[in-house]
């Protein structure tokens, strides 16, 4: 569960700290206030791409720093994107590379962008998210790592079939691009390592000096933070043989001087590891430029870079024997075939079998989303795909069908759901995501965020998808950036964000509303910036019947706005 954030320097936002609560939380404001900087910075936090352009004009770092309940255990995660366009991340501390931020996300955020429910018009995409309600992780894995071996093969069979003057000068360029790679050895890390480097250096004497004073200030100086707390801890200890009240007092004073101390050693020892070299920092710069000049031929990453070593050292060893193995590649590639198409078709079986069921349950949360009596299936190639089709995600293609309106048989989802219906169905999907999230680490409390989840819905829809959001929030952190009022008032925490323009500079600020502030906000999303006493009015009535219960379905209920949508886009086709 996210339970702090604090954003600093990022685009609009100057400085913004918000504590999040359990449930459901939205957030509202004016268009264009920085509500998806929010959702942009917890991207950027748990590894998403960084740029020098997301630093607000004229400062030289942006930050941003959160704290997560992990099952528990309270997580610290912070990241740094300086001007140039450099980026830095820890955890608890210790510094981390991006991909460590990326795995944790697995397990603690979940975004849902503006633009995502885009995603659902692409059949490609819609086998991963029935694998994912189907729990076929290791079945997936099992299939693209013998994919894997397989597509090598094939590569290595075509190769050894080239003629020989053609393959002679693809050996030529490989030893030479091999031989650029290995003379430079890159490390994995190394880059990001260097670039750490490189600032400290770059700082040194900076660095000394603020190591040097805060030493002094926490441990050596005559009013030193320490002996301050020295001497009240002493002053609490009699208050505390008076009164037993203030034990806990003397006991929690000990843990602080305990970690004050801790600090007082690490900017002692730290400030007397850096030296002031030009000679190393021109070493560091020049190593930099060596790996960057690396990464843009063979990268982008320098991860990337050792894996084309890597892959170059296999091709070259291949077109130095190439003719004298290709019957054993032959074989082999027959032999990988064979041990692929064991976990393809085992895995084929099963997503037929948990398609049935997917859209059943998916069916049924359609069905509180004011979708009812809709009707979902997955269907898959009706002809087994021959080989040259087959890849890292099996043997199977499949497309999602709906049919929103009772009497019509199941078309693609791509061709006829609305804006308004891919909203509600990848609302579902992320509630059926999260569920199975839920059964497999029932201590944990996922943050759920959705930006926008509202596109393309108004009226009693809307109503129906804010219950909905707050009924989610019973078992995860939910946040949600709205515009509609049937939403936000829905919320059991609501914050807004306003944006406002101090001198010649715009800034963004994140207020926690309370409920005289909650009725003037809602009253706005209603009326706009002039709410009469009647919008006043509405506003107090939508907060107070939002009680997270769901509405019961009326009769005729499969009349809604919904499949009027799609009946609509069907004709006008």
Known sequence: ???????????????????????????????????????????????????????????????????????????VVRRE?????????????????????????????????????????DPLGHLPLLDDHAGHDTLVADVAAAWSKVSRLREQLDRVGMEKGEREARLELVRFQLSEIEKAAPRSGEDEELATLKQVLASAERVQRLCDESHSALYESDDAALGTLAAVRKRLSELASIDGAFEPYVTALESVKSQVEDVAWFVRDYGARVESSPERLQQVEDRLALLERLKRKYGPTLADVIERAESLTRERDLLDTSGQHVDEIRAQLDEATQAYARPAKQLSESRRKAATRFGADLERLLADLAMTRTRFDVRFNAQPLTPEAWGATGI???????????????????????????????????????????????????????????????????????????????????????????????????????????GERTSTSVERLSSDGREEEVARMIGGATATAAVRTSAREMLAGSDGSLPAKAKGESESPAGGESETRKRRR
């Open 1 to 75: 569960m996210l339970s702090f954030l604090r954003i600093s320097n990022l685009a609009v936002i100057e400085s913004v700290e918000v504590e999040f609560a359990s449930g459901f939380n939205v957030l509202t404001g004016e268009t264009g206030a920085g509500k998806s900087i929010l959702v942009e910075a917890v991207g950027l936090l748990l590894g998403g791409r960084s740029s020098a352009d997301l630093v607000r004009t004229g400062e030289p770092l942006a930050s941003i720093e959160a704290i997560f309940d992990d099952e528990g255990e309270e997580l």
């Open 81 to 121: 994107i300086s001007a140039q366009g450099r980026s830095r991340a820890f955890i608890n501390g210790a510094l981390a590379t991006a991909g460590a931020l990326r795995d944790l996300s697995n397990r603690l955020v979940e975004l849902h962008g503006q633009h995502e429910h885009q995603a659902l018009l």
């Open 396 to 502: 199977d293609r499949a497309e999602f069908f709906i049919s929103p309106n009772p009497g019509e048989e199941p078309r693609p989802l791509a061709r006829i759901a609305s804006g308004g219906e891919l909203s509600r169905i990848m609302l579902a999907l992320k509630t059926l995501a999260a569920r199975s999230f839920r059964g497999q680490h029932p201590r944990g409390r996922k943050t759920l965020i959705f930006d926008e989840v509202d596109a393309g819905i108004g009226g009693q829809v809307a109503d129906v998808v804010g219950r909905r959001l707050q009924a989610l929030g019973n078992d995860f952190q939910v946040l949600c950036i709205t515009h509609l009022p049937q939403i936000a008032a829905s919320g059991t925490t609501h914050f807004r964000i306003t944006k406002r323009v101090k």
